[in-house]
């Protein structure tokens, strides 16, 4: 056996969590901006919303959150459903 103290991995430090969450937010933040600047092809006129795209994909996300939960009630087995 090791009797050595494990090395704390790089996601064990709460600093570089939140240097993380920072480049997360910091990346949704520029895209929301660059909808804004880059020129779309729009083929239906709810396109036209700003940050739909942004919008579009957090309601999609929610959505399938919610349909896993009714999913999950559906699909449950037993916890020694192998063991009978």
Do not use: T
Request: hydrophobic fraction near 50%.
């Amino acid at each position: 056996m090791n009797n050595e103290q494990e090395k704390p991995d790089f996601f064990d430090k709460p600093d570089n969590i939140k240097k993380i969450l920072r480049v997360f937010y910091a990346i949704c933040i520029l895209l929301v901006v660059a909808d804004f600047i880059v020129h779309r092809h729009i083929y239906h006129s709810w396109e036209n919303i700003p940050a739909f795209y942004a919008i579009y994909g957090f309601v999609g996300c929610v959505l399938l959150v919610l349909l896993a939960k009714v999913m999950r009630k559906l699909l449950m087995r037993e916890e020694d459903y192998y063991d009978k």
